[in-house]
């Protein structure tokens, strides 16, 4: 056999491999040595990306579509106890509470919201601070790492009375009411 029939015959069985392997639905490796099969092509979904917040205090409208679930509770601010003391624009306050998504959904990136009823304002925090006692008041091993102690520079937001809320957005989003409230003043 000459060079040309023999690379005539090559072709020629190359496609007839690649038209067999079409017909029953399989695809013809890359050349690289590895094969894959329908079932290795069906992927496990992509991880959902954490969403960037810009740093500090933002204004948040989403957060307030999000509809109530959870646990959660705003113990103290800057150590004490939460109660009527008005704030000014500018202040660091220091919040630290607990937060426990409802079961079955992970904590991943809450915030902390200051609701004034028609604006809502928003800052990241993160969990992880220990808290046995909610955990067995919740009957909930992970809320063993439910605390969160968080900075918030009052900034950028009108003065006012605002409600304190925290909030997690993606999948099984919610909002939980801490039931408690600050005053903001100029």
Request: proline fraction near 7%.
């Amino acid at each position: 056999m000459n060079a040309i029939t023999r690379n005539l015959s090559a072709t020629v069985f190359s496609a007839a491999v690649v038209v067999a392997l079409a017909a029953c639905g399989e695809r013809p490796s890359d050349d690289t040595g590895a094969s894959t099969t329908p079932a290795q092509e069906q992927k496990a979904p992509a991880p959902v990306s954490k969403r960037t917040y810009p740093s500090g205090m933002f204004e948040h409208a989403a957060a307030g579509k999000l509809k109530a679930g959870g646990v959660c509770a705003l113990d103290r601010i800057n150590r004490e106890s939460v109660g009527a003391v008005p704030y000014a624009m500018g202040d660091e306050l220091l919040f630290g509470g607990w937060f426990l998504p409802p079961k079955g959904i992970a904590t991943s990136q809450p915030l902390i919201v200051l609701d004034s009823g028609t604006s809502q304002f928003a800052h990241e925090f993160k969990t992880g601070g220990k808290r046995e006692d909610v955990a067995r008041r919740h009957n909930r091993p992970e809320a063993r790492d439910s605390g969160y102690n968080v900075k918030v520079v009052l900034a950028g937001l009108p003065a006012g009375e605002y409600a304190v809320w925290l909030a997690q957005e993606g999948p099984g989003g919610f909002r939980c009411d801490t039931r408690k409230s600050i005053t903001v003043s100029p």
